[in-house]
């Protein structure tokens, strides 16, 4: 008795429709990237009942002719392969399933005219059934409607959700399309409401996908982001990888990953290893739980990446993943790093709103405002004054000192404000020993003295003045008020120092390579094959960071550690190692755990809030914010400072 038999077509197509079209907003993107593919330069969308009661879209794009629509409903067919080599693909897809996959699921119509022709062509294929080619009146282009979409397949039609929802998931998908793609105008509308217009912008690309970016994700997102032109610094010889696009603040956050906005060749991706890079670009400076806005196009020679790896091309293939990991992190970081002190200008609006509002007690949470390290007074990072110091605060102190102590004997050129190796962690060396029982407030006419030459420009110690200004008054021990030329300037000066002390301590360690320590008994890790090779594949990585592994039977033998961390649960440190590579195709936990230790010396070697400062440490501080890379957030992603701008203020007080 035979057992295996061929399905039949009508089943090969719903099989096929399960995988590409998963639901309406599959077929919105489907249809949509065949009208780009097109050329067309106007698409026009119409959704009813959520996409499953009717889907249309309509391009004036280069239209197909009569034979051509016969062979396009055909499995695997499609105009967008020249030859036979799929890596050399320039175009949105080439599955050459959609259109079988929607003619077997639902009623689908499709009417086109070739450009230059004389007569337009339509089709229609009711769950599967072609019926005969017919003659239709219509300009060039082409139009498809779908009706009644998984009417003949009940069983995935209980699987949508509510019409509101599916609308929601439909307008992502054309929001990504529509951004990625300034230059073609769109036009969609749900049900009779009022239609969306989006028409094509001049300019250069990154003119129209700012105005894009303006309509999808607010006025706030431009004001926040640093527009990034394509890279021509990346490693790559033949600079076949470019970075383009608009680069959020640190400060500038939000709850999810809905903001990342990712282009391959122009293809909206929801890539990993993708995600990943952004991830790990954001990872010093990102209140935890927190992610970036970012819009992203990379340019890949065709040859260097494989597009057909996912049914609905959603995820991409890299021939090189680790340059082009390189290429994302390096690009990403630099433009962070060269708006150095600037911060989110959020920050001034909530802090007027606060204002008008009467609220004294600052907003709370993460990235909130400007309330920086509350209760951090003479003591932990937690707050409060420590009673004692608990074992694991005594070692970080000491690998503290003893690591600056080191720096300071390798660089005597570089210094900051403040030395983090005193006997007191938290005094500046310029600053007198405050001991207990003793006022160390300062004497009224040197205070008075300082103000009148910081006020005449010649504050001690700092040779012109910057962007931040200058000091004019510390308030509650804790923040710097300084006076711009945009206005005044409130420094939160624990957070600012730490985030200085943070980026000289990653510097000089990244100078020097990390300090490794070997093991003196190496620790066996057991783990499946699959893991261990998952590894050893990122060996390299690992090595960089100060890991030494080797394979050892089906685990990792683990030979060198970092020597700031210690000798001990590094089997933790490797399983979560390996976790994160199958979830993202990289890790960053050994990255994260270094800096985190780092942020940790930062924090203990900072000068605290509750600490009197004169206005030359004040202004050596501001000078130092200029001069230093991300010095716009600490290491815990809040922010260090608030700009109010002369409006503002103004606006504080009703004057405008």
């Not at 007074?377 to 080191?406: C, E, F, I, M, N």
């Not at 990653?506 to 066996?524: C, F, N, T, Y």
Request: charged letters at 25%; a neutral charge; hydrophobic letters at 40%.
């Amino acid at each position: 008795m035979n057992r295996v038999r061929l399905l039949p077509d009508h089943l090969v197509n719903q099989i096929a429709a399960g995988e590409v079209v998963e639901r309406p907003a599959s077929a919105i993107k489907e249809l949509v990237e065949n009208s780009l593919d097109a050329e067309a330069r106007l698409i026009k969308i119409m959704m009813r009942g959520g996409g499953a009661t009717e889907l249309v879209v309509s391009d004036d794009g280069i239209g197909m002719s009569g034979e051509d629509v016969d062979m396009a409903i055909k499995r695997h067919a499609t105009s967008k392969m020249t030859s036979d080599d799929v890596f050399s693909m320039t175009t949105l897809g080439f599955r050459g399933e959609a259109l079988a996959a929607l003619g077997a699921v639902a009623t689908m119509t499709i009417e086109t005219r070739e450009v230059g022709a004389q007569k337009a062509y339509g089709v229609c294929i009711d769950n599967g059934r072609v019926k005969p080619r017919y003659q239709v009146a219509r300009a060039k282009g082409t139009l498809v409607r779908v009706r009644d979409l998984f009417a003949a397949t009940p069983a995935r039609l209980k699987f949508l959700k509510s019409m509101a929802t599916e609308n929601a998931a439909m307008s992502d998908v054309l929001q990504r399309l529509c951004l990625g793609y300034p230059q073609v105008a769109f036009r969609w509308q749900f049900d009779d409401r009022k239609p969306f217009l989006f028409p094509v912008h001049k300019g250069t690309f990154l003119d129209g996908v700012s105005a894009r970016a303006h309509a999808f994700l607010g006025s706030a997102f431009l004001d926040n982001a640093i527009r990034l032109e394509d890279n021509d610094n990346n490693p790559s010889d033949n600079h076949t990888i470019r970075v383009s696009g608009y680069v959020g603040l640190p400060t500038y956050h939000t709850s999810s990953y809905r903001r990342v906005y990712l282009y391959v060749n122009g293809r909206p991706v929801n890539d990993r290893l993708l995600l990943s890079c952004v991830r790990g670009a954001y990872q010093d400076f990102m209140p935890k739980g927190r992610y970036p806005s970012v819009v992203l196009f990379i340019r890949v020679a065709p040859t260097d990446v494989d597009m057909n790896v996912h049914p609905t091309k959603a995820e991409v293939r890299f021939r090189d993943p680790r340059l082009l990991r390189s290429v994302m992190y390096g690009t990403l970081k630099a433009t962070l790093g060269s708006v150095k002190h600037q911060a989110s200008g959020h920050l001034q609006q909530r802090f007027v709103s606060y204002a008008h509002a009467g609220e004294t007690s600052g907003a709370s949470g993460a990235g909130s405002g400007f309330a920086g390290h509350r209760g951090t007074q003479g003591g932990s990072p937690q707050g409060g004054s420590p009673q004692g110091d608990t074992p694991s605060h005594k070692v970080l102190r000491d690998r503290s000192r003893h690591l600056w102590t080191a720096i300071k004997q390798e660089n005597a050129q570089v210094a900051l404000p403040y030395d983090v190796s005193h006997e007191s962690t938290n005094v500046p060396l310029s600053m007198p020993v405050n001991s207990e029982g003793v006022d160390n407030k300062r004497d009224e006419a040197d205070t008075k003295g300082d103000i009148e030459r910081a006020g005449s420009g010649d504050a001690r110690g700092v040779e012109e003045v910057g962007a931040l200004g200058w000091a004019r008054c510390q308030i509650h021990d804790s923040y710097i008020v300084a006076q711009s030329d945009a206005g005044m300037v409130l420094v939160d000066q624990h957070a600012t120092h730490e985030r200085l002390v943070y980026e000289h301590l990653k510097a000089q360690v990244a100078e020097g390579k990390v300090v490794r320590q070997r093991l003196l008994v190496p620790e066996v890790v057991e783990m499946t094959e699959q893991e261990s090779a998952l590894l050893l594949e990122n060996r390299q990585m690992l090595d960089d960071c100060g890991l030494g592994i080797e394979g050892f039977g089906d685990g990792v033998l683990v030979r060198d550690v970092p020597a700031v961390l210690g000798t001990q649960g590094y089997e933790s440190l490797v399983r979560d190692i390996v976790a994160e590579i199958k979830t993202w195709g990289t890790s960053s936990a050994l990255q994260e755990r270094l800096s985190a230790l780092w942020a940790r010396m930062a924090c203990y070697g900072s000068v605290r809030a509750g600490r009197r400062l004169s206005l030359e440490e004040m202004n050596a501080l501001l000078r130092m914010m200029e001069k230093t890379d991300f010095s716009g957030q600490c290491n815990h992603g809040r922010p260090t400072h608030v700009v109010l701008s002369h409006q503002a203020i103004e606006s504080l007080f009703e004057r405008r």
